[in-house]
């Protein structure tokens, strides 16, 4: 397949830059891909679009703040400002981590990272590609340190506000607990306490499981074939009290309905890898693709997502491409909000 059939066109004036208030004011579409039928929804509507003895399942995954700015000391004693993010640990220890830089194509093997008045540094190690490079930090607390100190929530870069002006709640889900990820799993930043709550009463099962979005979320696919593309692997854990309710209501045939393309990859995954979801931690690079066939996600809650992007191509995986195509025109003529701010499509097989 290639890139070109997974890209649209869409008016800048839509990508949303700022979230709506309160988070379940968001629209919602409902697309039906097997009646192929399509209908236009408030997101706290969601409870009455669901079924009582559905599942529910959610990423409490909570965003680092692993943007930061250093002062880039080369071997050759020149030194310029430069943007470094935190995008994975190397090590349990945390003192090796792959960094994304901006700008990143002069940086050397040897070159050192400064941050804030020179209290704490690292030295870059090999370059990976992609920008990507290796930072030796100090100590094991350097982390901890750096991000606490000089870290920022790290928005999309086609939101053109500032963390300290959105608030740093507002990219995180209200059901966010474990540290780790890089980027929000977007589709969860339209629950409020009160639509959890009003699931809950109609029946409906809510599982938590963790996937920690990690640095290909920001990496675009560059082949032309999309299946000479990639995909990095992140972070999983299952709890044992989630994998035991996961692998009750797959074999009861309950609809399990993801919150996301990270808890969809992470569920089928387990399933592809084990023909069950079992308890432990891991990682995934599964790529889905159109052709790929669902095991376990029966509905999926998901944003609208970046043309040529892997997320546009798991829906399109999902719906089938037909359908999405069709979505994202109406999406566009109904002027809905695009991306981690946006509105919403609920998706039905």
């Keep these: 397949m290639n890139i070109s059939e997974f890209d649209y066109n869409l008016p800048p004036d ?7 208030h309160p988070r379940d004011a968001s629209r919602m579409m409902v697309v039906d891909s097997k009646r192929e039928v399509i209908s236009h929804r408030k997101f706290s509507n969601l ?7 559905d599942v529910l399942v959610i990423n409490d995954t909570r965003v680092i703040r692993a943007r930061t700015i250093a002062r880039l000391e080369r071997t050759s004693g020149t030194s310029r400002s430069i943007e470094v993010f935190f995008a994975e640990s190397m090590d349990e220890s945390g003192i090796s981590w792959q960094v994304l830089c901006k700008p990143a194509r002069r940086i050397r093997a040897g070159d050192r990272a400064i941050f804030g008045n020179g209290e704490i540094s690292g030295v870059f190690k090999e370059g990976l590609g992609a920008d990507l490079h290796i930072l030796e930090l100090e100590s094991s607390d350097s982390i901890r340190q750096i991000l606490a100190q000089f870290g920022q929530i790290p928005l999309p870069p086609y939101i053109n506000r500032s963390e300290t002006e959105t608030g740093e709640d507002d990219y995180q889900t209200v059901y966010a607990v474990h540290s780790g990820a890089v980027a929000a799993p977007t589709a969860g930043l339209h629950f409020t306490p009160e639509v959890l709550s009003a699931i809950r009463t109609r029946g409906v099962e809510v599982v938590n499981i963790t996937l920690h979005v990690g640095i290909g979320t ?3 696919v560059r082949t032309e074939a999309v299946e000479d593309h990639v995909l990095r692997p992140e972070r999983f854990e299952i709890t044992e009290a ?3 309710s996961l692998k009750s209501a797959h074999r009861g045939g309950r609809k399990i309905i993801a919150v996301g393309t990270t808890t969809t990859r992470t569920l089928e995954f387990l399933v592809r890898e ?8 891991g990682k995934t690079d599964l790529y889905i693709l159109p052709g790929f066939q669902f095991q376990i996600v029966g509905a999926l809650l998901t944003n609208f997502h970046l043309p040529r992007s892997t997320l546009f191509m798991l829906v399109s995986a999902f719906a089938g491409r037909d359908a999405i195509r069709e979505a994202y025109r109406q999406a566009i003529q109904e002027r809905y909000r695009f991306y981690s701010y946006g509105d919403c499509m609920f998706i039905q097989r």
């Excluded at 409870?47 to 003895?53: A, D, W």
């Excluded at 084990?274 to 931690?281: C, D, M, S």
């Design 274 to 281: 084990y023909g069950e979801i079992r308890a432990g931690t």
């Design 242 to 244: 989630a994998a035991k």
């Design 14 to 20: 839509l990508i949303a830059h700022e979230p709506v």
């Design 218 to 220: 920001f990496l675009p």
């Design 47 to 53: 409870p009455e679009v669901l079924h009582p003895n």
